[in-house]
């Protein structure tokens, strides 16, 4: 059964910057694409990074907004995908979800408990 086990939330005031981790269980971790979301109050849950992660295919890829801030990356040996959070702003606040897999087109089966980012001064 696979489980993914967010991490590294709290308050951080703008500007700042986080790491989230995600823990991931019961799945081949070495060629697993996973991925983070987010949703904030009153808004829909909306994409942030994808790590894509197969045999052959290796990339990284992200939401515009969050291009240039926001990092993602993953441990094969720790079994864990990490989000770097850079400059944030007060927008980023939300709950952020570790997702699996990344498949394009299709919404990931398994999905963290989320962990809580507040922005505030």
């Known amino acids: 059964q696979v489980q993914l086990v967010e991490s590294g939330g709290g308050l951080v005031q703008p500007r700042g910057s986080l790491r989230l981790s995600c823990a991931a269980s019961?799945?081949?971790?070495?060629?697993?694409?996973l991925g983070w979301f987010r949703q904030a109050p009153g808004k829909e849950r909306e994409f942030v990074a994808g790590?894509?992660?197969?045999?052959?295919?290796?990339?990284?890829y992200y939401a515009d907004s969050m291009k240039g801030r926001f990092t993602i990356s993953k441990d094969n040996a720790k079994n864990t995908v990490y989000l770097q959070m850079n400059s944030l702003k007060p927008e980023d606040t939300a709950v952020y979800y570790c997702?699996?897999?990344?498949?394009?087109?299709?919404?990931?089966?398994?999905w963290g408990q989320g962990t809580q980012v507040t922005v505030s001064s």
């Open positions: 997702a699996a897999p990344m498949i394009e087109g299709t919404t990931p089966d398994y």
């Open positions: 019961g799945v081949t971790f070495s060629r697993y694409s």
């Open positions: 790590i894509r992660w197969t045999l052959t295919v290796r990339n990284t």
